[in-house]
C-alpha cells in the first residue's frame, strides 16, 4: 500500500491499493475476500456478544444490591434523627421530603438523598416495607419484577427471612 500525498497539505490523501504482485492496476478486494471477512466478524460478534451481555445483567445485580445498601444506610440515618423507619405509606419519599407532623419535621434533618430515589436498575421501584421499630425490607424484584426468582430474576437487597434462607 502506498499513500500519495498532493502537493498543498490541506487536500485529501489518496491511498492506491497495489496487489501481492505489484501491480499497480490491481486496486481493490474481491467480492468473495469481503464475505470472507464478513463471515469471520459474524462469528467473532457471535461469540463475544452473549457474553458481554451477561455481563451487563450481572452487573445490574450489582447495582441493586448496592443502591439497595445506600437506601438503607440512608433510612437508619434517617431513623436516628427522627426516632424511626418511614411507615409504608410515607415510603422512601420521606428520605427527601419533610414530614407533614410538625414534631416529626423539628426532627428530620434531610433531606438524606442528593437525588430522587432511584429506581432499581431494570426500572422498577425498590420494595420497601418496616417489619418492626428496627428492621426493614427493602430489595429489587429483579429482572422479571417479580417476586422470587433464580440469577438475573432474583430478589435483591434485604429481603424477608423465607426468601432470604433459600437464596
Same mark, same amino acid.
Given at each position: %500500500?502506498?499513500? #500519495? &500525498?498532493?502537493?498543498?497539505?490541506?487536500? +485529501? #490523501?489518496?491511498?492506491?491499493?497495489? /496487489?501481492?504482485?505489484? !501491480?499497480?492496476? *490491481?486496486?481493490?478486494? +474481491?467480492? #468473495?475476500? %469481503?464475505?470472507?471477512?464478513?463471515?469471520? %466478524?459474524?462469528?467473532?460478534?457471535?461469540?463475544?456478544?452473549?457474553?458481554?451481555?451477561?455481563?451487563? *445483567?450481572? /452487573?445490574?445485580? /450489582?447495582?441493586?444490591?448496592?443502591?439497595?445498601?445506600?437506601?438503607?444506610?440512608?433510612?437508619? +440515618?434517617?431513623?436516628? $434523627?427522627?426516632?424511626?423507619?418511614?411507615?409504608?405509606?410515607?415510603?422512601?419519599?420521606?428520605?427527601? !421530603?419533610?414530614? !407533614?407532623?410538625?414534631?416529626?419535621?423539628?426532627? @428530620?434533618?434531610?433531606?438524606?438523598?442528593?437525588? *430522587?430515589?432511584?429506581?432499581?436498575? @431494570?426500572?422498577?421501584?425498590?420494595?420497601?416495607?418496616?417489619?418492626? $421499630?428496627? +428492621?426493614?425490607?427493602?430489595?429489587?424484584? &429483579?429482572?422479571? &419484577?417479580?417476586?422470587?426468582?433464580?440469577?438475573?430474576?432474583?430478589?435483591? &437487597?434485604?429481603?424477608?427471612?423465607?426468601?432470604?434462607? /433459600?437464596?
Amino acid at each position: %500500500m502506498r499513500i #500519495l &500525498g498532493s502537493e498543498k497539505p490541506h487536500k +485529501t #490523501l489518496k491511498i492506491a491499493m497495489t /496487489s501481492m504482485s505489484g !501491480k499497480a492496476g *490491481d486496486a481493490g478486494f +474481491t467480492l #468473495l475476500e %469481503m464475505l470472507v471477512v464478513l463471515v469471520i %466478524m459474524g462469528l467473532l460478534a457471535g461469540l463475544v456478544g452473549p457474553q458481554l451481555l451477561s455481563r451487563v *445483567d450481572t /452487573s445490574k445485580v /450489582s447495582a441493586a444490591s448496592t443502591q439497595a445498601r445506600m437506601l438503607k444506610t440512608s433510612l437508619e +440515618t434517617m431513623r436516628l $434523627d427522627v426516632g424511626r423507619f418511614p411507615t409504608k405509606e410515607e415510603g422512601l419519599e420521606l428520605l427527601n !421530603k419533610t414530614p !407533614k407532623d410538625e414534631r416529626l419535621a423539628r426532627r @428530620w434533618h434531610g433531606p438524606y438523598l442528593s437525588e *430522587d430515589v432511584p429506581m432499581d436498575p @431494570w426500572g422498577n421501584p425498590y420494595v420497601y416495607a418496616p417489619e418492626s $421499630d428496627t +428492621t426493614i425490607l427493602l430489595y429489587s424484584l &429483579g429482572a422479571d &419484577g417479580q417476586p422470587g426468582g433464580e440469577g438475573t430474576n432474583a430478589d435483591v &437487597g434485604f429481603l424477608p427471612k423465607s426468601q432470604a434462607q /433459600s437464596q
